[in-house]
C-alpha cells in the first residue's frame, strides 16, 4: 500500500537548520510530484513547497521562499525539506503528500507528519 | 487571514445534511480545481473530494462536492459521528504560482 513516512522532525534554535525528510513505498516514487505541507499548533494547513516528479519545476510559498528548498532522491524514494533560517513561526507539524497523477498537483496521499520546533 | 475563506465552524445532528462554503477569486477557484480535505482529531488530513466534485475510492458517497464561479461547497449527508472533524479546501493559486488552503471548518456533530 502507498506509504509515506516524515523524519528528521526536532527542536531547532532560531536562525539555524534542519532538513526533514520523507520516505515513500508502495508506488513508483519517480512518476508523481510531491508536496510539503506545514500545520502550526492549533492552526489550519498552509502549503510549503511543491516539486515536480522529474525535478524540472519547484514552488514555493511566499512564507519560505528563500530560506527552504525541496529536492528529491528518486534512486531512494525519497523527498527532502531543507529548512534553513529558521524562525519561530516555522514551528508546526509537516507533512509530505503524493500528488493525485501527472496531471492533478492536488495533494492525494499523506504521511503522518514530523514536528518541528524552533526555540531558543 | 487565508486566500480561501471557510466557516470557522458548523454543526448537525445525526441524519442531518450540512454544507460547508469555501469562497475564493477568479485567481483560484474561479480557474482551477477545488479540492477537500478531512482532519480527524490528531491525525493526518485525508483527500476527501479532488476535481471539484469527485471522490476517492473508499470515500463514503454521503460526501460530495460542487463548484460556482469563484465559490465552493462541501455537502455532508446523513451526518454521523464520526463525521466531527476539521474541513479544509484548497485550490491552485495562479498568480501566486502555490497552493492555497481555507482557514477550515470545525463540524460538530451534536
Known amino acids: 500500500q502507498v506509504q509515506l513516512v516524515e523524519s528528521g522532525g526536532g527542536v531547532v534554535q532560531p536562525g539555524r537548520s534542519l532538513r526533514l525528510s520523507c520516505a515513500a513505498s508502495?508506488?513508483?516514487?519517480?512518476?508523481?510530484?510531491m508536496h510539503w505541507v506545514r500545520q502550526a499548533p492549533g492552526k489550519g494547513l498552509e502549503w510549503v513547497a511543491l516539486?515536480?516528479?522529474?525535478?524540472?519545476?519547484?514552488y514555493y510559498a511566499d512564507s519560505v521562499k528563500g530560506r527552504f528548498t525541496i529536492s528529491r532522491d528518486n534512486s531512494k524514494n525519497t523527498v527532502y525539506l531543507q529548512m534553513n533560517s529558521l524562525r519561530a513561526e516555522d514551528t508546526a507539524v509537516y507533512y509530505c503528500?503524493?500528488?493525485?497523477?501527472?496531471?492533478?498537483?492536488?495533494?492525494?496521499?499523506w504521511g503522518q507528519g514530523t514536528t518541528v520546533t524552533v526555540s531558543s | 487571514q487565508s486566500v480561501l475563506t471557510q466557516p470557522p465552524s458548523a454543526s448537525g445532528t445525526p441524519g442531518q445534511r450540512v454544507t460547508i462554503s469555501c469562497s475564493g477569486s477568479?485567481?483560484?477557484?474561479?480557474?482551477?480545481?477545488v479540492y477537500w480535505y478531512q482532519q480527524l482529531p490528531g491525525t493526518a488530513p485525508k483527500l476527501l473530494i479532488y476535481?471539484?466534485?469527485q471522490r476517492p475510492s473508499g470515500v463514503p458517497d454521503r460526501f460530495s462536492g460542487s463548484k460556482s464561479g469563484t465559490s465552493a461547497s462541501l455537502a455532508i449527508s446523513g451526518l454521523r459521528s464520526e463525521d466531527e472533524a476539521d474541513y479544509y479546501c484548497?485550490?491552485?493559486?495562479?498568480?501566486?504560482?502555490?497552493?492555497?488552503f481555507g482557514g477550515g471548518t470545525k463540524l460538530t456533530v451534536l
Open positions: 503528500a503524493r500528488v493525485l497523477s501527472s496531471s492533478d498537483y492536488g495533494m492525494d496521499v
Open positions: 508502495g508506488f513508483t516514487f519517480s512518476t508523481y510530484g
Open positions: 516539486i515536480w516528479y522529474d525535478v524540472s519545476s519547484k
Open positions: 477568479s485567481s483560484n477557484i474561479g480557474s482551477n480545481y
Open positions: 476535481s471539484n466534485n
Open positions: 484548497a485550490a491552485w493559486h495562479d498568480s501566486l504560482s502555490g497552493w492555497v
